[in-house]
């Protein structure tokens, strides 16, 4: 199973750029690129840009293991909403090569089988609220919003780590998996009907996930949010220890500028 929450690769910090150039140079638009390393192997991708009205990204896979990464923009996206989703999808697909012939079936992929199961079935704005963090505590999920991390604070331009913290806390992604560690279990217990936590725990247990009886719904919550807290804090830890990786790749590329013969020099102004 893949690791979580550890980062961005290096190979998704370029290519994030070189697939926006993509779409700068020719607007909404398929292309076909290749993306890996050596450790995990080439594979080539399908990029769809796709005009949509709001900010989008999936992958698909179809039955030949053909990769297609669509990636949906409003007119006049931003730059930085876009490379985030491209960073987001990039970091599955290095998962997917990672995992290649490996014959263990991932944890989260059962998890999230659950969840396309269960989307059809009829459920309270609770339980929807409670699908939403299962899928946002997956081991992928928090890999890829770690990734994302990356691009939302670097995106803005140099400053201190004490006002890189400040942006990252004004993040929404940040303040969702912040407040999974303070939900108030008895007020969504009460929120939640039996029924549609029995079907949805049967789910889970068909398709082989590790759970516990939802006869009693509190017990049942405090199994599951004591995983959910565990996958918060992930999640938090790593996308702080991130801000030192962008601080050490912004250092790298002053280095890099200033000792280029004839490269204006650059005036950084730090904020305190």
């Not at 599955?92 to 944890?107: Q, R, S």
Request: glycine content about 4%.
């Amino acid at each position: 199973m893949i690791n979580e929450g550890k980062g961005i690769s290096d190979v998704i910090k370029e290519d994030v750029d070189k697939i926006y150039q993509l779409f700068l140079d020719n607007s909404f638009s398929t292309h076909t690129y290749k993306f890996g390393k050596e450790k995990l192997g080439f594979r080539n991708l399908t990029i769809k840009f796709n005009h949509l009205n709001n900010y989008y990204s999936n992958i698909q896979i179809d039955k030949l293991n053909n990769i297609t990464v669509n990636i949906g923009i409003p007119t006049n996206g931003k730059e930085k909403r876009v490379k985030e989703n491209i960073s987001h999808e990039l970091t599955h697909v290095m998962e997917i090569l990672g995992i290649g012939t490996d014959k263990e079936y991932p944890k989260y992929n059962k998890i999230k089988l659950s969840l396309r199961e269960f989307k059809d079935y009829p459920m309270s704005k609770a339980m929807e609220f409670l699908t939403d963090v299962f899928y946002k505590t997956l081991d992928n999920e928090v890999n890829a919003n770690v990734a994302q991390t990356y691009i939302y604070i670097k995106s803005d331009g140099r400053c201190s780590k004490e006002h890189a913290l400040i942006r990252l806390k004004e993040w929404e992604t940040y303040k969702l998996y912040d407040s999974i560690k303070n939900i108030k279990l008895d007020i969504l217990k009460n929120k939640l009907t039996k029924e549609e936590v029995d079907q949805f725990n049967s789910l889970l247990i068909k398709n082989d996930i590790k759970t516990i009886s939802s006869d009693n719904i509190m017990i049942w919550l405090n199994y599951w949010f004591k995983i959910f807290k565990r996958k918060a804090d992930i999640f938090l830890k790593n996308s702080e220890r991130i801000l030192e990786e962008i601080e050490e790749d912004w250092k790298t590329y002053e280095n890099y500028t200033t000792s280029i013969p004839g490269y204006p020099k650059v005036i950084l102004i730090w904020i305190k």
